[in-house]
């Protein structure tokens, strides 16, 4: 009885402890990242000549004047005047297909995200791609602007809200250290210095999907598993959740893409 | 911020009155804002699922004081989610711990993805909580409820107080983090009493712990004793 108590036991902690070691190993070498292909995947996309006017991404304008891509990231979410709307790297990237290529965005506004085993979309990877851009530079975006100011305190009220039939905010499940739901770890996002390490892995391998999930796709895992409707991708509150976290995690150091469970 | 506010407010002696006002017409401002951001952020939805995006005045207050409501407040949802309560209609709390089981293992249920609506919901109790020993895949948001009906020595007493926090976890704590199972519609009065069985019943693995209620395994990490129930007021 309790000889097999202790083997059921050891399971789970075997599987932490594999991945712990395969985590490990990816880490030392910094090429191994299943991510990094995408990040290829997208960087390609950027320089092809696509949609309906035939036009590459190289013009797109990320924040610091048309195709600068370095560094661009890290100053991500800002207003943008053209759009007259504040975005994130991936909604502006959207915007981007939309005006600079023609490319009918209405398939991604079904379908926005790879589900289980199917690899990101090419606007995720082209995202990955602007998100390793600046690794190793650390987020600064400025929030000055009105409309950037909005836009935070929008994202600060939307994780506290509890709404839906399981009374969830985003709180309830990363509002305090040290959680886990069943075995996973929770990371503690209302803490600026845990939000300083974790925000800036994303966009991220993930282990058990086999793809890479990009901030806005996490977002919409959220919602989905506080039994709330899909999360329109580039929405105002999907902008505004990432506003918050990227200002939860000021300072902290950009590690694009990273690697998860 | 506003929290921030009316604290002071309060601080300095403002009566109540004015206070609640103040935060009612902030509050209706923002809300306003919020379900616009909701509706463009969620076109698609309708119907039950709109009503989703809408907070009742329990889970509005909650937020507004992030949780942790000053005790006049908490009283006033207490008092009101207890009559949410529906007891069941035979009198007994205790169903079948092995269908209680299995309801605290499933996650099923009210997700968009759920389209299955014969299959039942589940409660997802090992998300947050440990129960039985042999199941070590369980969180830590919520308190170890390991050797709990051990713990409360079986008493009918408990076994009725355990049913009316699942039923609406608000009746006894306010602004718990624990959804209202009962008053949301999420799980059954059957399968609440089936719960109870899985915490109260003697035959139940809950009840089997190796260790029991602190010991060795107690003290792993994320663990803690049975918490004590307080009834409601």
């Known amino acids: 009885m309790l000889w097999g108590h202790t083997l059921r036991a050891a399971e789970p902690d075997d599987i932490d402890r594999g991945l712990e070691a395969?985590?490990?190993?990816?880490?030392?070498?910094?090429?191994?990242?299943?991510?990094?292909?995408?990040a290829d995947r997208g960087a390609a996309l950027w320089k092809e000549k696509r949609g309906p006017r035939k036009a590459t991404l190289e013009r797109c304008d990320l924040g610091k004047g048309p195709g600068v891509v370095d560094g661009a990231f890290a100053e991500l979410p800002r207003y943008f005047e053209d759009a007259g709307r504040v975005m994130d790297a991936e909604t502006r990237v959207l915007w981007c297909m939309q005006t600079l290529q023609g490319i009918d965005t209405q398939a991604l506004a079904e379908k926005p995200h790879p589900v289980s085993q199917e690899p990101a979309t090419d606007l995720g990877a082209i995202a990955t791609w602007v998100a390793s851009r600046s690794a190793g530079q650390t987020f600064r975006a400025r929030f000055s602007h009105p409309r950037e100011k909005a836009t935070l305190s929008?994202?600060?009220?939307?994780?506290?809200?509890?709404?839906?039939p399981l009374d969830f905010s985003c709180m309830s499940c990363h509002g305090a250290k040290d959680k886990r739901i069943r075995r996973q770890e929770l990371a503690h996002l209302a803490d600026q210095a845990e939000a300083r390490i974790v925000v800036g892995e994303w966009p991220a391998y993930r282990i058990s999907a086999a793809h890479v999930m990009t901030l806005q796709h996490r977002l919409y895992d959220c919602f989905w598993q506080m039994r709330l409707p899909p999360l329109k991708f580039g929405s105002e509150a999907s902008v505004a959740l990432t506003a918050y976290l990227v200002k939860q995690a000021e300072g902290g150091v950009i590690a694009a893409p990273g690697l998860k469970r | 911020m506003r929290r921030l506010l009316l604290l002071t407010l309060a601080s300095l002696g403002l009566a109540a009155a004015a206070t609640i006002v103040i935060a009612e017409q902030n509050s209706m401002v923002n809300e306003r804002q919020?379900?616009?951001?909701?509706?463009?952020?969620?076109?698609?939805?309708?119907?039950?699922?709109?009503?989703?995006?809408?907070?009742?005045?329990t889970m509005a207050t909650c937020s507004e004081w992030g949780n942790q409501p000053p005790k006049e407040v908490a009283d006033i949802i207490k008092k009101r989610e207890a009559r949410r309560i529906v007891l069941p209609k035979d009198g007994t709390f205790i169903g079948d711990w092995r269908r209680g089981e299995a309801i605290a293992q499933s996650g099923y249920g009210l997700r968009f993805t759920d389209t299955d609506t014969k299959r039942p919901h589940g409660g997802n109790c090992y998300a947050c909580h440990e129960l039985s020993p042999t199941e070590v895949s369980f969180g830590t948001l919520g308190v170890s409820l390991k050797g709990f009906g051990l713990t409360h020595k079986f008493q009918p007493e408990s076994a009725r107080l355990v049913y009316e926090k699942i039923y609406n976890s608000q009746a006894i704590v306010a602004c718990s983090t624990m959804p209202r199972f009962g008053t949301n519609g999420i799980l059954t009065v059957e399968q609440i009493k089936d719960l109870v069985a899985y915490l109260m019943d003697p035959a139940s693995p809950v009840?089997?712990?190796?260790?029991?209620p602190s010991g060795k395994a107690a003290t792993r990490s994320g663990s803690q004793p049975p918490p004590r129930l307080q009834p409601g007021k």
């Open chain 1, 22 to 38: 395969f985590r490990a190993m990816l880490n030392a070498d910094p090429w191994a990242n299943p991510a990094l292909l995408d």
């Open chain 1, 154 to 164: 929008l994202g600060a009220a939307l994780f506290e809200r509890r709404m839906g």
């Open chain 2, 34 to 57: 919020m379900r616009r951001t909701l509706r463009l952020a969620f076109p698609s939805t309708s119907g039950d699922w709109q009503s989703r995006l809408v907070p009742d005045a």
């Open chain 2, 207 to 212: 009840n089997k712990a190796p260790e029991i």
